[in-house]
């Protein structure tokens, strides 16, 4: 390259250089500068005694960091800043903004990248984790961000019966949907002799038992029970018989070494034929009856009361009779005054009468029969007709003959002293109808 070439690429590099520093001198970097312009642009480039005014307040030592200077806009003087450096300031808490925990800091100053804020642990309170629901996060004195612990049970349902009594409520958290209940159970109870246990069913609390009320339809009154028993008739309030045992109430007794009691009748029956109960026909039965209001031989009624099961019941011999044994035929058994069940000893004497009874047709008549080794007829031992008409017969009303024995039918007519009294009719056509009748009579 000629030196003259050289000359003007050294002179178009230096002219570049100086519009480089131009253009970094006033912050641009798009501005071209021609040779012309140069000396214009270096005449507007600021120098260290040209300080440019400002458009806002003046800076102040406190606005610079401290140990920096700077030069006072107003006053051009070079100053020292005041402004402190903050490392480890403390804060306290305000509110929660914007999802942002806001801190109020007390000290001015600056803050850098590695500056530390403190604030008092217990300003975020003092929850623990078992303080707080499962699945919720937390920050307190005890620490950042920690998960509460306490279960989540929601809605627990129980319920209470005989046989679970009580119920221990887990710990955690309720929503307040939750039951703790009972299955209440009346029940209905009829009276017995018995003890009863009334329970309620599985599954049940019983909340009322109904006893039914107890149906008394008795109408036994004081004097139908006995003295020293006690009893309930139409309610549940307990009675005291007033009955007397006459047993006890009686003033005699069967001997002096028998102490079976005695009380008196006042009346006697004879009942021939006799029915009990069981339909069975008894004859020949003779019954003694007692009176609470009279009974003979007492000088005061017992009145009513209950018979012991030992008694014998008193009548007067006398009104059974007063026939001796003399007087009883011989063999045959009697109760008179004389004792019960006397044997007697009369052996009366038997007189047989005939007569031939004869009629014409449709005719009766009345016969008698005269037995003259007697002097008093007590009965009639054989009445029969021996020979003769069968058309001969007894008057209406009395009682057949016939041709066999009927021993001790004793004619209607009667008997009178030694005599017997009969009544015969001829019931046929025929006239002149005979036939021999025959009686046989025990006397004396």
């Known amino acids: 390259m000629a030196a003259q070439d050289r000359d003007v690429l050294i002179n178009e590099i230096r002219l570049e250089n100086i519009a480089n520093a131009i253009r970094a001198k006033n912050g641009q970097t798009d501005i071209f500068y021609t040779v012309a312009e140069m000396p214009s642009a270096i005449a507007a480039i600021e120098t260290g005694s040209q300080i440019p005014t400002g458009t806002g307040s003046a800076a102040s030592a406190a606005d610079v960091l401290t140990g920096k200077e700077f030069v006072h806009s107003a006053t051009n003087e070079l100053m020292q800043g005041t402004m402190a450096i903050n490392t480890n300031v403390d804060s306290s808490a305000q509110a929660i903004v914007e999802d942002r925990l806001k801190l109020t800091v007390g000290t001015s100053g600056y803050y850098g990248a590695t500056a530390t804020v403190n604030m008092l642990a217990s300003e975020l ?39 679970t009594t009580s119920y221990t409520i887990p710990e955690g958290y309720h929503n307040g949907n939750g039951t703790v209940s009972i299955s209440l159970q009346t029940k209905n109870a009829t009276p017995s002799n018995n003890q009863q246990i009334i329970n309620a069913d599985t599954g049940y609390v019983m909340s009322s038992v109904t006893v039914d009320a107890v149906n008394l339809t008795g109408n036994a009154s004081a004097e139908n029970v006995l003295s020293g028993k006690t009893f309930y008739n139409t309610t ?64 005061n ?46 052996a009366p004497k038997t007189q047989t009468v005939s007569q031939t009874i004869t009629l014409n047709a449709g005719a009766n008549t009345t016969k008698t029969f005269t037995f003259s080794n007697l002097t008093t007829i007590y009965g009639i031992t054989k009445m029969q007709k021996t020979s003769g008409s069968e058309l001969i017969t007894i008057f209406s009303g009395y009682p057949d003959v016939g041709t066999g024995d009927d021993a001790l039918n004793i004619p209607s007519g009667g008997i009178n002293g030694n005599r017997i009294v009969q009544r015969f009719i001829n019931n046929s056509d025929a006239n002149n109808q005979s036939a021999e009748i025959a009686i046989t009579a025990v006397g004396v």
């Open 125 to 163: 309170g003092d929850a623990t984790a078992a303080q707080v629901l499962e699945g919720s996060f937390f920050s307190s004195r005890n620490g950042l961000y920690q998960e509460g612990t306490i279960p989540i049970n929601n809605a627990i349902n129980q319920k209470l019966n005989i046989s």
């Open 301 to 346: 009624a017992l009145g009513p009361g209950m018979l012991p099961s030992n008694v014998l019941f008193a009548y007067p011999a006398s009104k059974f009779g007063n026939a001796t044994a003399a007087q009883v035929l011989k063999g045959a058994t009697f109760t008179s005054s004389a004792g019960v069940k006397v044997t007697g000893t009369f």
């Open 236 to 299: 549940l309030t307990k009675q005291n018989g007033t009955m007397p045992h006459l047993g006890n109430s009686a003033a005699y007794q069967y001997a002096s070494n028998n102490t079976t009691k005695v009380l008196f009748a006042d009346n006697i029956f004879y009942f021939n034929p006799y029915k009990i109960s069981d339909g069975t026909t008894k004859n020949g039965y003779i019954a003694l009856r007692y009176s609470s209001a009279k009974a003979l031989d007492e000088t």
